[in-house]
T-cell receptor
Framework: GQQVMQIPQYQHVQEGEDFTTYCNSSTTLSNIQWYKQRPGGHPVFLIQLVKSGEVKKQKRLTFQFGEAKKNSSLHITATQTTDVGTYFCAGPTGSGGSNYKLTFGKGTLLTVNP | NAGVMQNPRHLVRRRGQEARLRCSPMKGHSHVYWYRQLPEEGLKFMVYLQKENIIDESGMPKERFSAEFPKEGPSILRIQQVVRGDSAAYFC????????????FGEGSRLTVL
């Protein structure tokens, strides 16, 4: 079955440093989504990428979708303590284009030292 | 998303007991999705329900687990004869139709089996 791998599993940075997490799928994805989960919280949707080679920015966050639509990355510039949490990528495995059955990576836990 | 309400937020059960987790979708939503998150893991799809129908239960363990979404009232995920391996966070999401966009999760129910 489809597998979604994320690296690194953990990342500890000093506040102000940059952070990147990488996501790789065993199969081509119709789209990829990113979620953030604060410790003890629930996953919160960040963004969805659909097009090959797509790049989207949200303030200090930059998301990329690979040309082959099998990999993606999330880059955070100048991390802040509010960025702490686990970042998950997820790709759909449902049929007919439905997104309801997502395969999630195991996530990257980001901790930030103030 | 605060619109998807889950309860209880925390549940403790002893081995062999039953656990019932409830999910009230956002107003006007008739599609519900349950995901499970084991400790330090990504989310895994369990089941997709519409009112009075199970659409896809391919992620649900064959034994002890069941789900329903009655015409009236919340969706219920039922786990019979719980074992320690059932300890996890159970998240519910909803949509007005079979969605093609992001998932909005409730705050989750965290089950601990002693």
């Amino acid at each position: 079955g489809q597998q979604v791998m994320q690296i690194p599993q953990y990342q500890h940075v000093q506040e102000g440093e940059d952070f990147t997490t990488y996501c790789n799928s065993s199969t081509t994805l119709s789209n990829i989504q990113w979620y953030k989960q604060r410790p003890g919280g629930h996953p919160v949707f960040l963004i969805q990428l659909v097009k090959s080679g797509e790049v989207k920015k949200q303030k200090r966050l930059t998301f990329q979708f690979g040309e082959a639509k099998k990999n993606s990355s999330l880059h955070i510039t100048a991390t802040q303590t509010t960025d702490v949490g686990t970042y998950f990528c997820a790709g759909p495995t449902g049929s007919g284009g439905s997104n309801y059955k997502l395969t999630f990576g195991k996530g990257t836990l980001l901790t930030v030292n103030p | 998303n605060a619109g998807v309400m889950q309860n209880p937020r925390h549940l403790v059960r002893r081995r062999g007991q039953e656990a019932r987790l409830r999910c009230s979708p956002m107003k006007g939503h008739s599609h519900v999705y349950w995901y499970r998150q084991l400790p330090e893991e990504g989310l895994k799809f369990m089941v997709y329900l519409q009112k009075e129908n199970i659409i896809d239960e391919s992620g649900m363990p064959k034994e002890r687990f069941s789900a329903e979404f009655p015409k009236e009232g919340p969706s219920i995920l039922r786990i019979q004869q719980v074992v320690r391996g059932d300890s996890a966070a159970y998240f519910c999401a909803s949509s007005p139709t079979v969605y093609t966009g992001e998932l909005f999760f409730g705050e989750g129910s965290r089950l601990t089996v002693l």
